[in-house]
């Protein structure tokens, strides 16, 4: 079950990350999802 979430939320997060990136801007340093820290 763990496991499939932390997929899950991983997958979801790099989605959103492209989708940053793919808009000049959006993406600082300041925000950066916090679980892209570990």
């Known amino acids: ?5 932390e997929e899950a939320l991983k ?3 790099e989605e959103k ?3 940053q990136e793919s808009v ?3 993406l600082n ?3 950066l999802p916090e ?3 570990d």
């Not at 079950?1 to 979430?5: A, C, V």
């Open 1 to 5: 079950y763990l496991e499939e979430r």
């Open 29 to 31: 340093p300041h925000e």
């Open 17 to 19: 990350r492209r989708v």
């Open 11 to 13: 997958k979801a997060s």
């Open 24 to 26: 000049p801007g959006i």
């Open 35 to 37: 679980d892209m820290q």
